[in-house]
């Protein structure tokens, strides 16, 4: 079946939008779309796996066949064509929107950085100045607990109690887990 619909006048700012008959495509193709909307969908959930992604393609390739119909395009067969669309779409990585591709970023990410390095600094700071010693100590790699111990001349359970203690501190201070890993927050 060769589907094929009138072009649309063109329009000036003062023109009345054109009827319905003309700036859509004939009501026996919109029938035919309507009734290849399940298998479309059934193809699209086989090519993506994804029910909102599925949906959206099967929505692309209906807005793309129609506004090609609408403007006068001929497709000789609808079904073979919309699958092909949708296929088409599937493969293409997704577009941004021309407000997405130009908003700028909220935020530098070396600001982001800046940011947090000083929320550590601030919490290493709040703490006795033997325990951030000792955390910084560990965290840099400076040597095993009990190296450090030596280092210090302190006992290796003192050590690795004030490490524990700062550790806890730290923690607490930026609402992690209590097995969440500190040395992340400390990395240069």
Known sequence: MSVSVPDTPARSLRAAPAPPSVSAPATSCRRELVGLI???????????RDPDLAEDLVQEALLRVWTRLREGGVVD???????????NLA???PRLAP??????ETTE????GRIAVREVAAALAAMP?????????????????????AEAGLPPGTVASRVW??????????????????AALLAP
Do not use: K
């Not at 407000?99 to 700028?104: K, R």
């Open 38 to 48: 399940p298998d479309l969908r059934r193809a699209a959930r086989a090519i993506v």
């Open 77 to 87: 067969d609808l079904r073979p064509y919309l699958m092909t669309t949708l296929r």
């Open 91 to 93: 493969r293409r990585p």
């Open 99 to 104: 407000a997405e591709a130009a908003a700028p």
């Open 109 to 112: 990410p070396a600001a982001a």
């Open 129 to 149: 100045p033997d325990q951030a010693r000792l955390l910084l100590a560990a965290a840099s790699g400076a040597g095993t607990l009990a190296q450090i111990a």
């Open 165 to 182: 203690r700062a550790r806890a501190r730290l923690r607490a201070a930026f609402d992690l887990p209590e097995d969440a890993p500190v």
